[in-house]
């Protein structure tokens, strides 16, 4: 049995943090492989080491004198190691970032130091190996990530390893050179591990108990998720709930290896299971809320709407001219709205009108803006009768009006459109029903 953990920046940001990993990973000896994040916040007025080092390079780029900026960063690694008592020196590894930094390597190359320093940092205190990331991990000429090439080395060189550690978020571009994913990618990483040394289960470590039933900054202590499907997470990260990369859930999920989210300050905690299916109901009929302020509604009308055919390509490729995704659809039967998002939509709101009237010619056309969408998500909610009606019956009692409503046909969603001004209300109502009350 072997588990791949990854820890995030708020679990290495310091050595008392790092101590509570080490006892993390020594309390199961399945725990083999390890993925680091770089040294996190301290509080919430401190700085990321991502992000010192994006802007030390910004003065590399701007041909400014860097080498305070970078003391800074050392300093950092100095006070991890100086507080576990390491008998190990960065000095060496500093001097040739800051070579290479004179060589201008590159944005990826410097924001990529934060995970690599800290895994060696990791692996000298756990007594590890260290695997350097770009050695195993690798992307396409055209940046896009290669899975089958690092799957192959990756899996043959952990292979002949019993325990290492593979510092997260970036890996090496066809010319040798170094390339991160986007930002929060070493979950990704931590996906990519798990997968090449078939895991029995991917723990994520992060600075919270796994996923939340609701946004905590809307309800009042929600109660956890303690398990979620793939599909159900990708409902709700798409409407906003986060906790992880989006894109770290693929390589498992097709490997069918399931991801705990735990938290390194409560590690008694159970955290969120993520799953590809499951037998078990789920304790309350919907799994979890999320949703989005700042859409638009642009209504179009035109009698007899229904009887055109081809008239929802047109109104579309008004929007596909202007450059706009939309989010939904919901039409009636002379009537068809599409639900787009405002920051995107402002700018060219009368450009699409003037492409929709000169494409599909209708009577009228309304804008609405201010809008929120809601995402009510649960596979619960397929096997019990009236959801939708409970739903309903909650947001009318709470005074709030219900301007959309879309149950996707896995009926595994619906999405409620309310205004801006009556989200958070929406979400209690809907939380209270199901939740609190239980009904
Ligand atoms: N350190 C990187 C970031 O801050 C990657 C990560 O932590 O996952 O985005």
Partial sequence: MIKVVKFGGSSLASAEQFAKVGKIIHSDKERRYVVPSAPGKRNAKDTKVTDMLYACYEMVEREEDFRVQLMKIKERYDSIMNGLHLKLSLEEEFRKISDNFKN????????????????????????????????????????????????????????????????????????????????GGSDITGSIVAKAVHATCYENWTDVSG??????????????????????????????????????????????????????NAPEDE?????????????????????????VSVSIDKDMMNAEVGFGRKVLSAFEDNGISFEHIPSGIDTMTVFVHQPEFEGREQSVISSIHRYAKPDSIELEGDLALIAVVGRGMRSTRGTAGRIFSALAHASVNVKMIDQGSSELNIIIGVSNADFENAIKAIYDIFVTTRL
């Fill in 104 to 183: 201008k390597m590159g944005e990826d190359y410097a924001a990529s130091r934060g995970e690599y320093l800290n895994g060696i940092v990791m692996a000298n205190y756990l007594g590890y190996e260290f695997v350097d990331a770009a050695e195993v991990i690798f992307f396409h000429e055209d940046g896009s990530f290669d899975a089958e090439q690092t799957n192959t080395v990756l899996k043959a060189r952990l292979e002949q390893i019993e325990r290492a550690v593979v510092p997260g978020f970036y890996g090496s571009m066809p010319d040798g050179s170094i390339k991160t994913f986007s930002r």
């Fill in 211 to 264: 996923f939340l039933i609701a946004d905590p900054s809307i309800i009042d202590n929600p109660k956890p998720i303690k398990t979620i499907t793939y599909r159900e997470l990708r409902e709700l990260s798409y409407m906003g709930a986060s906790v992880l990369h989006e894109d770290s859930v693929f390589p498992v999920r097709k490997a069918g290896i399931p991801i705990n989210i735990r938290n390194t």
């Fill in 271 to 295: 955290g969120t299971w993520i799953v590809e299916s499951t037998c078990h109901q789920p304790e309350f009929t919907i799994t979890g809320i999320a949703g989005k302020k700042g859409f």
